[in-house]
């Protein structure tokens, strides 16, 4: 049974390989404006698209334990990978005491809303190895034709900011055009990093309809805790939000602000060693 001694004001926990996750929590807070959210970015270890599904286990547990351990009322993993091969693990480690949200289920309940025809998925390497979305596709939508494609190139791009760039006009198109994506009236973008270029997708495939988990998490999330009596009610900021990277990089600062809209204060935590590691950040940049 969920814990009873959480209070509605407590933070959310939520984490992903880098930034991509912020997509998740700018959706959260465009929903829920006045609650806390406590981000991990575990950019040391960016990308997880081409790590072992035990590594991915192992950091995903310690940035678990380490939400968890500054009281947040619910765990969202906002990155496919870690919720393809993390997920049951999180769960059955928390799940009994709050809830624990993937962004797997909520884009593919979206989906399902859609009633499609022909889907199209596009990941990191081992999101798309996992072979998750496919088999929840088919168990839902048996008559549902899928193409999976993996496009590992995407999350370095964006991480180093090539948005709305040419690099990234490249290579979108070199994916985008594959034969096998043609003929499809949805596509899937199984990567939370994605959804930052969702419009330059979207431009290069006019009649398809293109879907991320940001909102669909939030959504989901927003329902979960209001049923288990965990959603804030009050008209002001529970308190601060909290934004930690296991490793420090200026592009990660200067793009959070393109995500957010917003200058965050980053701190950097080595959960590793078990230590804060302070630093000076440099805000002179873009």
Same mark, same amino acid.
């Given at each position: 049974?969920?814990? #009873?001694?959480?209070?509605?004001?407590?933070?959310?926990? *939520?984490?992903?390989?880098?930034?991509?996750?912020?997509? *998740?929590?700018?959706?959260? =807070?465009?929903?829920?404006?006045?609650?806390?959210?406590?981000?991990?970015?575990?950019?040391? $270890?960016?990308?997880?698209?081409?790590?072992?599904?035990?590594?991915?286990?192992?950091?995903?547990?310690?940035?678990? /334990?380490?939400?968890?351990? =500054?009281?947040?009322?619910?765990?969202?993993? /906002?990155?496919?990978?870690?919720? /393809?091969?993390?997920?049951?693990?999180?769960? +059955?480690?928390?799940? $009994? $005491?709050?809830?624990?949200?993937?962004?797997? @289920?909520?884009? *593919?309940?979206?989906?399902?809303?859609?009633?499609?025809? =022909?889907?199209?998925?596009?990941?990191?390497? &081992?999101?798309?190895?996992?072979?998750?979305?496919?088999?929840?596709?088919?168990?839902?939508? !048996?008559?549902? +034709?899928?193409? #999976?494609?993996?496009?590992?190139?995407?999350? !370095?791009?964006?991480?180093?900011?090539?948005?709305?760039?040419?690099?990234?006009?490249?290579?979108?198109?070199?994916?985008?055009?594959?034969? /096998?994506?043609?003929?499809?009236?949805?596509?899937?973008?199984?990567?939370?990093?994605?959804?930052?270029? =969702?419009?330059?997708?979207?431009?290069?495939?006019?009649?398809?309809?293109? &879907?991320?988990?940001?909102?669909?998490?939030?959504?989901?999330?927003?329902? *979960?805790?209001?049923?288990?009596?965990?959603?804030?009610?009050?008209?002001?900021?529970?308190?601060?939000?909290?934004?930690?990277?296991?490793?420090?990089? @200026?592009?990660?600062?200067?793009?959070?602000?393109?995500?957010?809209?917003?200058?965050?204060?980053?701190?950097?935590?080595?959960?590793?060693?078990?230590?804060?590691?302070?630093?000076?950040?440099?805000?002179?940049?873009?």
């Amino acid at each position: 049974m969920p814990r #009873s001694d959480i209070p509605p004001d407590a933070p959310i926990g *939520v984490f992903d390989s880098g930034m991509g996750g912020l997509t *998740v929590v700018r959706a959260i =807070k465009e929903r829920m404006p006045n609650e806390r959210i406590i981000y991990f970015g575990d950019t040391a $270890h960016l990308p997880y698209g081409d790590k072992s599904a035990e590594a991915i286990r192992h950091y995903a547990q310690t940035i678990a /334990a380490f939400l968890v351990d =500054k009281g947040v009322k619910a765990l969202v993993i /906002a990155c496919n990978t870690a919720s /393809a091969v993390a997920y049951q693990l999180l769960h +059955e480690r928390y799940g $009994h $005491h709050l809830p624990v949200i993937n962004v797997v @289920h909520p884009l *593919v309940e979206s989906l399902r809303r859609q009633n499609p025809s =022909k889907v199209g998925i596009i990941g990191t390497k &081992l999101t798309i190895k996992s072979g998750i979305y496919p088999r929840l596709i088919r168990q839902h939508m !048996p008559d549902v +034709e899928v193409i #999976s494609m993996p496009t590992p190139l995407l999350v !370095p791009i964006i991480e180093e900011g090539y948005i709305h760039h040419r690099i990234s006009d490249v290579v979108l198109n070199e994916y985008l055009r594959d034969p /096998a994506l043609q003929g499809i009236d949805t596509l899937l973008l199984a990567c939370t990093h994605y959804a930052v270029i =969702k419009e330059e997708i979207q431009a290069l495939l006019p009649h398809v309809r293109v &879907l991320d988990s940001a909102e669909p998490t939030a959504e989901y999330l927003q329902e *979960v805790l209001q049923d288990r009596h965990l959603l804030y009610r009050g008209e002001a900021p529970s308190g601060e939000d909290e934004y930690y990277v296991s490793d420090y990089t @200026h592009t990660f600062e200067r793009m959070s602000r393109y995500f957010l809209g917003q200058t965050i204060a980053l701190q950097q935590m080595d959960l590793w060693r078990n230590e804060s590691l302070p630093f000076e950040a440099d805000t002179s940049c873009g």
